[in-house]
């Protein structure tokens, strides 16, 4: 089922902003001065990471989007506003002049990653403060809101802002990240990793012990919905009232890179669109499916889902 065109979704990612640069080489040989490849560049291409890559999946759907972030006043930040401005997604960022925007930097050598080299600092108090204020005017223009978290220091303040949310009764989606989910208490659904999940709960044995401790970690930050990522074990979504279990459908796994940022992108334009939760979620799984397929950070076209 195609979106729906009586309603048009509209979506504010905030959180960690970054650029994914890639560079393509050729390898044929190992370095004399230590045992490591030796690649010769032939091509580079750079994308939106991070939340900007959130946005860049809803706009891609058909989503009114809007990114609320912060990246430096360099060359790098230029690339990321260039990118945003030619996608139309409406871009809030906030410049901090002093600290670089975040770069990850992926060397591709024979269709296969060999290294990933980060450039990252923390944004300032000053800045952060602003971007709170900026959040609180922009709420009452979006229905959706995207807490995309890759614990870079961005969403320092998400307490309040679902506080501020939840009060406009919007619709809150976390990709969390860190030690510590009570912060995002009170958000609508939390979208954890299985690996993100078992930092939080423990580990589990069997399928039944694996939902009471989804089923009590929802109850207890009370969220409306848990979508835990389970890779090749496809998705499930744990609800007050049922569990829902969606198979993987990947035909073949290439690059899991930024799948987490598809999954939770069509999630909330699907709901966006006034989708019931569990279609929504099933159409997420089916997103995550495709983009695994692609190298590095990519989309799903909505011709992919719905074609």
């Known amino acids: 089922m195609p979106i729906s065109s009586t309603k048009l979704p509209r979506v504010l990612v905030v959180g960690d902003v970054?650029?994914?640069?890639?560079?393509?080489g050729d390898?044929?040989?190992?370095?004399?001065?230590?045992?490591?490849?030796?690649?010769?560049?032939?091509?580079?291409?750079?994308?939106?990471?991070?939340?900007?890559n959130v946005a860049r999946n809803a706009v891609g759907l058909g989503a009114y989007t809007g990114l609320l972030g912060v990246v430096g006043k360099d060359e790098a930040g230029d690339a990321v506003q260039a990118m945003l401005t030619e996608l139309n997604v409406n871009s809030y960022l906030n410049r901090?002049?002093?600290?670089?925007?975040?770069?990850?930097?992926?060397?591709?050598?024979?269709?296969?990653?060999?290294?990933?080299?980060?450039?990252?600092?923390?944004?300032t108090d000053t800045?952060?403060?602003?971007?709170?204020?900026?959040?609180?005017?922009?709420?009452?223009?979006y229905d959706v809101i995207i807490l995309s978290d890759y614990a870079k220091g961005s969403l320092i303040n998400v307490t309040h802002m679902i506080e501020a949310a939840r009060a406009l009764d919007k619709c809150i989606l976390v990709d969390p990240k860190g030690e510590d989910f009570s912060r995002y208490r009170g958000a609508s659904v939390l979208t954890p990793n299985k690996a993100e999940l078992k930092h939080i709960v423990g580990s589990w044995k069997t399928e039944e012990e694996l939902t009471v401790k989804a089923q009590n970690l929802r109850a207890d930050l009370r969220l409306?919905?848990?979508?835990?990522?389970?890779?090749?074990?496809?998705?499930?979504?744990?609800?007050?009232?049922?569990?829902?279990h969606f198979p993987a459908s990947a035909r073949e796994v290439f690059d899991v890179s930024g799948a987490g940022d598809t999954v939770i992108a069509t999630l909330a334009t699907m709901l966006g669109s006034g989708m019931p939760l569990g279609e929504a979620a099933s159409i997420a799984n089916r997103a995550g499916g495709i983009v695994v397929g692609k190298l590095g950070t990519a989309t799903v076209t909505k011709e992919e889902l719905f074609g």
């Open 18 to 24: 970054m650029l994914d640069r890639y560079w393509f």
């Open 27 to 52: 390898v044929s040989r190992i370095s004399p001065e230590a045992p490591v490849p030796v690649v010769r560049i032939e091509k580079r291409d750079e994308r939106l990471g991070g939340a900007a």
């Open 96 to 123: 901090d002049a002093s600290i670089s925007t975040i770069i990850k930097l992926r060397v591709i050598g024979r269709q296969q990653q060999l290294l990933r080299i980060d450039f990252e600092h923390p944004p």
């Open 127 to 141: 800045v952060l403060r602003d971007k709170l204020t900026q959040f609180n005017a922009l709420l009452p223009q």
């Open 224 to 244: 409306e919905a848990l979508l835990l990522t389970r890779s090749e074990e496809g998705m499930t979504l744990y609800t007050e009232r049922e569990v829902m």
